[in-house]
T-cell receptor, first 112, second 115 residues
């Protein structure tokens, strides 16, 4: 399968702690995106990182990309209870006509 | 407000019936997508459309059909040929000029349950 795979499947932390989620993929990508999904809702775009970029920041979010290891990580700093959600990475492969392929997600629970 | 509107939010279907899920966008995006999500899993691509009057099958197109007669609209029909249609269906559009270069904007989803 070409899809990205998130790790861990589930993560439970206390408010104020940092949360790190990882995504691995198998073939060359055009870009990689992270999305958030609250239970029973649609997905919301967080960050897009292109294959020639190594790190991007957006508020409390930091995304890294290591194309040599075919992996990306999403770091949420100073987590809040409102960060509780599922987080998905979506990879756009060079050979897949620009379609986004999603992993199974990491379910993050932030305890107040 | 700009965005993607999916309807209905909840839908119940008897076995053997076709149902159509609506997806409308006012973002002026060319590309639109339909995804299926099963509990605890990621999204799987059903169909996508890059321009009006053109669409392509995704990874799990069997038992589904779509049309793209207008830029704003991309309805999905779940036919009786779909053996396990109970799922959460998500419609999305892409902001990028080229397919896959921009972010995806999602609707709030339609939950289909087969009775």
């Amino acid at each position: 399968s070409q899809q990205g795979e998130e790790d861990p499947q589930a993560l439970s932390i206390q408010e104020g702690e940092n949360a790190t989620m990882n995504c691995s993929y198998k073939t060359s990508i055009n870009n990689l995106q992270w999305y958030r999904q609250n239970s029973g809702r649609g997905l919301v775009h967080l960050i897009l990182i292109r294959s020639n970029e190594r790190e991007k920041h957006s508020g409390r979010l930091r995304v890294t990309l290591d194309t040599s290891k075919k992996s990306s990580s999403l770091l949420i700093t100073a987590s809040r209870a409102a960060d509780t959600a599922s987080y998905f990475c979506a990879t756009v492969f060079n050979t897949n006509a620009g379609k986004s392929t999603f992993g199974d997600g990491t379910t993050l629970t932030v305890k107040p | 407000d700009g965005g993607i509107t999916q309807s209905p939010k909840y839908l119940f279907r008897k076995e053997g019936q076709n149902v159509t899920l609506s997806c409308e966008q006012n973002l002026n995006h060319d590309a639109m997508y339909w995804y299926r999500q099963d509990p605890g899993q990621g999204l799987r691509l059903i169909y996508y459309s890059q321009i009006v009057n053109d669409f392509q099958k995704g990874d799990i197109a069997e038992g589904y059909s779509v049309s793209r007669e207008k830029k704003e609209s991309f309805p999905l029909t779940v036919t009786s040929a779909q053996k396990n249609p109970t799922a959460f269906y998500l419609c999305a559009s892409n902001s990028g000029r080229a397919l896959g270069t921009g972010e995806l904007f999602f609707g709030e989803g339609s939950r289909l349950t087969v009775l």
